[in-house]
């Protein structure tokens, strides 16, 4: 990735701390990426999938993918943003917080951006909270806002 961050090991992690770690590459929405959640989740709501009811009927005009989609974006787009080594394991642990503060539309452009927030010291390794927003352009509020944990485990 061309505007990858390499961080190396904790002390990579600590010399990042409270700081903006970048942003991936900007993503278009497809109609197809919208279907194909909808078919992983069964969640066929109108308002994702019907390109003429949304016409008629929907605020946005158009369908919108799914908030779930939107967060489940940050693990695929996370490592856009950073290349992390000197660990033998990163593990997605969960999530504190998630907002859908605005839709992500049809034929939008979307991007991930990370601030790495906090860090703590676990046994073997480190956890790390992440500001993640998924950004769409041309849009003052993102699509997804969340505070995402991870922990970088020492081999």
Known sequence: MPNQKTLEGVDGLKAVL???????????????????????TGDFQWIHVDRERCKRE???GVPIAHGYFSVSRIAGLFFEIIDVRGFGLVLNYGLNK???PAPLK????????L??????????????LLLANIEVEGEAKPACSAEVVYRFMLA
């Open 115 to 128: 601030k790495l927030a906090e860090l703590k010291d676990l046994p073997k390794g480190v956890e790390a």
């Open 106 to 113: 049809l034929g939008a452009r979307y991007r991930l951006t």
């Open 18 to 40: 409270g700081q903006q770690l970048g942003a991936s590459e900007w993503k278009e929405l497809a109609y197809e990426d919208i279907v194909r959640f909808a078919e992983a």
């Open 58 to 60: 929907s605020p946005f």
């Open 98 to 100: 998630v907002r859908f």
